[in-house]
């Protein structure tokens, strides 16, 4: 009896399957055979090719033409990202390091020169020496009476710099300046830098021979252009650092745009729909295939 069931089953089994598919006979034995070769795992497979992982070289260049490196690290060319990061790194840090010694070398001129020069001297020795000394000099017929309003005060401390500049502005010659008001910056570099101040330094004597365009200058005067020079030497180290930051800005975004391109060309993205039939029934798989080419 038991044979018997079993018998009747795997027939009935095989007529339900001759309805849910044509290629049956009602063979019993055509049927079972077919029934059997369809359990078999069959295999298939459409291949699509992708490129999901691609990269944006536009976007890699935009990245480190703000932060120099960041391109390159969404390119996964790691160590490259580094070596722009450090050399941004060590340039902002001499930037700011030779900038401040700058600044702080600034203020030692300037305390320097508020000391040892004076508007007030390099004044009085110019309208004390107009006629009897310039004027010959330079080949003028100044009066010194014309600039009776050179000084606020009769001790002569305190000057007019307007009428001072218009006495310089007269003379010409070797006076080819106008000092500007003390604590701006050309005030500063001029008094280090042309020999029409020579005589405003502490250690010019109004009691030496009348200075002429040429002299040796004095030691306070070469001692401050020298401390001056220190400073902007500074400075030209801190341009020079900004420089660098730039153009690594600009490198980085080249490189990273080329690296991305690269990174690209050796790619291979690809999906597979994977199809297996186990008997009646057909059952599809995904597959993501990435390849990256050395």
Do not use: C
Request: proline letters at 3%; charged letters at 20%; hydrophobic letters at 40%.
């Amino acid at each position: 009896m038991k044979r018997l069931a079993v018998l009747i089953l795997f027939v009935t089994s095989i007529l339900s399957a001759q309805i849910e598919n044509n290629n049956l006979t009602g063979s019993l034995f055509i049927d079972s055979k077919i029934s059997f070769d369809n359990t078999i795992i069959k295999l298939d497979s459409t291949k699509t090719e992708m490129m999901p992982g691609r990269k944006s070289p536009l976007l890699a260049a935009g990245l480190s033409l703000l932060i120099p490196g960041a391109g390159e690290f969404y390119s996964e060319s790691y160590i490259k990202s580094a070596i722009f990061i450090a050399a941004e790194v060590a340039a902002i840090t001499v930037g700011l390091i030779y900038d401040n010694k700058g600044d702080d070398q600034t203020v030692v001129f300037q305390n320097y020169a508020n000391s040892h020069w004076d508007v007030a001297k390099y004044a009085r020795w110019t309208i004390d020496n107009l006629e009897a000394h310039l004027n010959q000099e330079i080949g003028n017929d100044l009066n010194a009476s014309d600039y009776a309003n050179l000084f606020y005060d009769a001790e002569r401390t305190k000057v007019n710099l307007a009428v001072l500049n218009q006495l310089e502005n007269d003379i010409g010659g070797w006076y080819s300046h106008r000092i500007p008001q003390k604590g701006d910056q050309q005030y500063y570099e001029m008094i280090g830098k042309y020999p029409q101040f020579n005589v405003g330094w502490d250690d010019y004597s109004d009691g030496d021979r009348p200075f002429v365009y040429g002299d040796p200058l004095t030691e306070n005067f070469k001692y401050y252009s020298n401390e001056r020079g220190k400073a902007n030497d500074f400075y030209n180290v801190a341009k020079t650092a900004v420089i660098i930051v730039v153009v690594n800005h600009v490198l980085s975004a080249v490189d990273a745009a080329w690296t991305t391109s690269s990174y690209n060309k050796n790619l291979n993205i690809s999906a597979d729909v994977k199809k297996i039939n186990l008997g009646y029934r057909t059952y599809y798989y995904p597959q993501l295939n990435l390849q990256y080419h050395f």
